[in-house]
């Protein structure tokens, strides 16, 4: 798979660690960057990343700032966005597995690095299930083309 990958320079660290992961994981990265420790506006990083998953340019991507709050808010701006932000295994599983996230927001500021190790397994790991979510999903992409997800049936 291609991963995008996306920090703010409080994420900075944190992102370098994700690379490594994701490459021994036999993925390809995409780096939007940041590449240092300067300060750079979030919104920036999370548009080149998830504008990359929603052209098919990547598969997911993964993002990080002091909280992930705000990468998360900024990256669901994007058409077709699902980003959410994790802080444990579970959430990281769940967002896949439920909710076919396609974008990993992670703290840099809270979360250590075999934590973090454990929830990039976890979700690049974690196929969507499909099933009655699917419906939800699809609630979710009707929402964004403006419509009311209520009028949402099938799954």
């Not at 597995?97 to 990039?120: F, P, W, Y």
Request: net charge negative.
């Amino acid at each position: 798979m291609k991963i995008a990958l996306g920090s703010d320079h409080r994420g900075f660290e944190a992102k370098q660690l994700i690379k490594a992961i994701v490459t021994q994981m036999s993925h390809e990265c995409i780096d939007f960057g940041t590449n240092d420790n300067s300060p750079v506006d979030y919104p920036d990083l999370a548009y080149l990343a998830a504008t990359a998953v929603s052209r098919k340019e990547a598969d997911m991507a993964i993002l990080v700032c002091a909280t992930g709050l705000g990468m998360s808010i900024a990256a669901n701006k994007v058409k077709g966005i699902r980003a959410v932000v994790c802080h444990d295994e579970l959430s990281a599983h769940i967002s896949r597995d439920h909710n076919d996230a396609n974008v990993l927001c992670i703290s840099g500021d809270q979360i250590g690095e075999v934590l973090l190790r454990k929830m990039v397994e976890v979700w690049l790991n974690t196929d969507f299930s499909g099933g009655r979510h699917q419906r939800r999903v699809n609630k979710i992409a009707a929402m964004e083309r403006g419509e009311d997800p209520r009028n949402i049936t099938n799954g």
